[in-house]
């Protein structure tokens, strides 16, 4: 079992930058990559970034693509998802996740609770 815990969310203006933080406690040996989704209201859960333990590779969605950046601390267990020149449409629910695969939400085995990031203008 692993249990997954985010912070870092809250309120920024566009262009600011935030940085997400989600502690993984349990066996993670089980899982081959962590990552971050993100939802909006009346919307399906999209991919945001993901890295695979067992190669090390990092894939963002488009709209990440030079604007966050994905990384973790091995020793602390811990996944970060650092967000810069945010625009009004990165306003959701981050989610932090753990499974088989990553790129879609039928390969997570474990979910954190969300964080909820607003960006205003």
């Known amino acids: 079992q692993v249990q997954l815990v985010e912070s870092g969310g809250g309120s920024v203006q566009s262009g600011g930058s935030l940085r997400l933080s989600c502690s993984a406690f349990?066996?993670?040996?089980?899982?081959?990559?962590m990552g971050w989704f993100r939802q909006v209201p009346g919307k399906e859960r999209e991919v945001v970034a993901r890295?695979?333990?067992?190669?090390?590779?990092?894939y963002y969605a488009n709209f990440a693509k030079g604007r966050f950046t994905i990384s973790q601390d091995n020793a602390k267990n811990t996944l970060y998802l650092q967000m810069n020149s945010l625009k009004l449409e990165d306003t959701a629910t981050y989610y932090c996740?753990?499974?088989?695969?990553?790129?879609?939400?039928?390969?997570?085995?474990?979910w954190g609770q969300g964080t909820h990031v607003t960006v205003s203008s």
């Open positions: 996740a753990a499974g088989r695969d990553c790129s879609r939400e039928q390969g997570i085995i474990f």
């Open positions: 349990g066996y993670t040996y089980s899982v081959y990559c």
């Open positions: 890295v695979y333990s067992i190669n090390g590779r990092i």
